[in-house]
T-cell receptor, first 114, second 113 residues
Framework: GAGVSQSPSNKVTEKGKDVELRCDPI?????LYWYRQSLGQGLEFLIY????????KSGLPSDRFSAERTGGSVSTLTIQRTQQEDSAVYLC????????????FGPGTRLTVL | KQEVTQIPAALSVPEGENLVLNCSFT??????LQWFRQDPGKGLTSLLL?????REQTSGRLNASLDKSSGRSTLYIAASQPGDSATYLC????????????FGTGTRLQVTL
């Protein structure tokens, strides 16, 4: 079946602009996660959704970052007033349920802020 | 705060060798541990998941073990092939932290002909 998909695959933006990153989880997966992978920082958790609610937002680095999930499916990660330090690969994952289930990752969106 | 470390950071072996990748974590209160591989420019592919009550999992040429009390996991790759070349990451989910994965630093593996 179809895996986790993300769009766009690459995004180049200018400092100060807003960007939206999209994630389509595997059909039927109730849990959705956003992670960020940057040089020197490794892979870091950003936010976790169970259905449409986000019980864990502890990884969002600042209030410029927000995310929503609608219909228990598609999620959008929005970064406002982008900064150069936001440049990274943003990865989305989904799992059948939370906690004990395997997380399946999408290919990621590479964000470059000039 | 959970910290996950992987040793070695990089490894190069000739084709056919058996090898072991190591992962250690500081907080043993985990739900499970997952091993992933990441190919350049690609996302993560899940290899094995070990629940906290399990000691090992096997898939093909891969075997992962878990010693929760000592905070260690190993990934054993038998008869390595050039196609195994990738970065290998381990990650844990802590109890009481919903479902977020805390990742290790990764081991970059190169299998040469």
């Amino acid at each position: 079946g179809a895996g986790v998909s993300q769009s766009p695959s690459n995004k180049v933006t200018e400092k100060g602009k807003d960007v939206e990153l999209r994630c389509d989880p595997i059909s039927g997966h109730t849990a959705l996660y956003w992670y960020r992978q940057s040089l020197g920082q490794g892979l870091e958790f950003l936010i976790y959704f169970q259905g449409n609610s986000a019980p864990d937002k502890s990884g969002l680095p600042s209030d410029r970052f927000s995310a929503e999930r609608t219909g228990g499916s598609v999620s959008t990660l929005t970064i406002q007033r982008t900064q150069q330090e936001d440049s990274a690969v943003y990865l989305c994952a989904s799992s059948l349920t939370g906690q004990v289930a395997t997380q399946y990752f999408g290919p990621g969106t590479r964000l470059t802020v000039l | 705060k959970q910290e996950v470390t992987q040793i070695p950071a990089a490894l190069s072996v000739p084709e056919g060798e058996n090898l072991v990748l190591n992962c250690s974590f500081t907080d043993s209160a985990i739900y499970n541990l997952q091993w992933f591989r990441q190919d350049p420019g690609k996302g993560l592919t899940s290899l094995l998941l070990i629940q906290s009550s399990q000691r090992e999992q096997t898939s093909g040429r891969l075997n992962a073990s878990l010693d929760k009390s000592s905070g260690r996991s190993t990934l054993y790759i038998a008869a390595s092939q050039p196609g195994d070349s990738a970065t290998y990451l381990c990650a844990v989910i802590n109890t009481g932290t919903a479902s977020k994965l805390t990742f290790g630093t990764g081991t970059r593996l190169q299998v040469t002909l």
